[in-house]
């Protein structure tokens, strides 16, 4: 059976960056990947700027105890009007440019000032106080290189050099169908046999959180007809497409029969893991397809080890995950799975550092078992027994 890092390779190796497209600066656009390198149209600061609030002066005036005319004073905003000569200073604002003549600033708070005339008692050297014209960029300059993510602080840069949109790798548009004759969506009551729809709502937020546009497409009853009509519609126009449910080898299990109907392209349909097992990849030209198993724990932890990953290379991540770090138990720890088993786990912060904890947890049903969990944990196949400290692989769930 196909290993994890195999089968992940394969879902990679066919996810590509989407083609990119202009955004505006809103929220939209933010954890989005930029694909040109942005250039500053203009040297930042324009001019030589005061950091502080005090006096333009020129250094060489403070060299001993000196008494100085005030001559102007110059606001953020303004230009000043009058150079400083010898024997002269200028009252500038935090941000005003710094008159011709001026090689320092001298914080008010420093000098003694009475009418138009301030008292200097210490010496400056040039500079002080001073940014330079160009110090944080020149107009030309790549203040945001292809690949950046667009993150608050890169909104503000892009501002500063004048810009309003960007060209980014834009959000995957992911499909999500859940499938099942037993499910109900909330807040229906389930009858006899059927249970609520718990895959469809979590994927969809799954998939908001990693940056996707979701469509919600509903439930698909088990029969081919029914289920061909959802997938139909959820392979146009998508990027990806999710379905939860109907991937075993049960009597009623049409996913892997529908998809290939409709032209989907099956690359691996087993993958040897636990919870999860059962998972579908498929492609139909650039869409990719992925069946989960309708257990609410598989479906979770199949869209973190393939589904985040492929979404963020198509978005233009330049690592797509998923990061497994060493991090150490906070208990002893024994298992015996059959399989390669990602278990929920739990990361607290000690004075000693990350510390994972294994969560209570009784298996691929036991969503709640997950809620107050962060972090999956990444157990080899065959018994293992761990003492506390042993780093063990684990993958944060930055949620
Ligand atoms: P399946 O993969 O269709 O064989 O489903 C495996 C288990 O997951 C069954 O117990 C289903 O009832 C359950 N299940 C399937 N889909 C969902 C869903 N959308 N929400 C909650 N449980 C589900
Ligand atoms: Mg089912």
């Known amino acids: ?84 000569g010898p024997g002269q200073a200028a009252r500038v604002m935090t941000g005003a440019p710094i008159p011709d003549g001026a090689d320092a600033v001298i914080p008010h708070e420093e000098v003694q000032a009475s009418g138009d005339m301030v008292r200097v008692a210490r010496a400056v050297k040039p500079g002080t106080f001073i940014l330079p014209r160009g110090r944080e960029m020149r107009a030309g300059d790549v203040v945001i290189p292809a690949g950046t993510v667009l993150t608050p602080v890169a909104f503000g840069l892009l501002a500063a050099v004048g810009r309003t949109d960007v060209r980014v790798h834009p959000a995957p548009r992911l499909a999500i169908i859940s499938t099942g004759d037993e499910l109900v969506e909330p807040p229906t009551r389930p009858g006899p046999g059927q249970i609520r729809n718990s895959n469809g709502p979590m994927l969809v937020a799954l998939a908001a959180l990693a940056g996707a546009e979701a469509r919600y497409l509903g439930i698909a009853r088990d029969d081919k007809a029914g289920l061909a009509m959802l997938v139909r519609d959820g392979l146009d126009q998508s990027d990806v497409l999710v379905l939860s449910g109907g991937v075993s080898a049960g009597k009623f299990d049409f996913v892997p029969d529908v998809l290939r109907e409709l032209g989907v392209e099956s690359h691996f349909h087993k993958v040897r893991m636990k919870p999860g097992k059962p998972l579908l990849f498929g492609t139909r030209g650039a869409t990719l397809v992925f069946g989960l198993p309708g257990n609410p724990v598989s479906s979770f932890v199949g869209f973190e080890l393939f589904i985040r990953p492929a979404l963020r290379k198509m978005g233009g991540q330049a690592i797509p995950g998923p990061t497994f770090v060493p991090v150490p138990l906070a208990a002893d720890l024994n298992a015996d799975n059959d399989r390669p088993t990602y278990a929920p786990a739990t990361l607290n912060r000690t004075a000693d550092g990350l510390r994972v904890h294994p969560a209570g947890w009784f298996g691929s049903a036991d969503l709640r078992g997950l809620l107050v969990t962060d972090a999956l944990i990444a157990l080899p196949a065959g018994a293992v027994s761990y003492t506390a400290g042993f780093a063990v692989p684990t993958l944060p769930l930055n949620l």
Do not use: F
Not at 54 to 81: F, H, K
């Open 1 to 84: 059976m196909l290993e994890v890092s195999n089968a992940l390779d394969i879902v990679l190796g066919r996810t590509a960056a989407l083609p990119a497209v202009s955004v505006r600066l809103s929220a939209g656009a933010l954890g989005r990947v930029v694909t040109e390198p942005v250039t500053s149209d203009l040297d930042s600061p324009p001019y030589a700027k005061s950091v502080m609030d005090g006096y333009a002066v020129r250094s060489q005036d403070t060299l001993a105890p000196a008494n100085l005319t005030v001559i102007e004073e110059v606001p953020a905003g303004r230009m000043p009007t009058r150079s400083v």
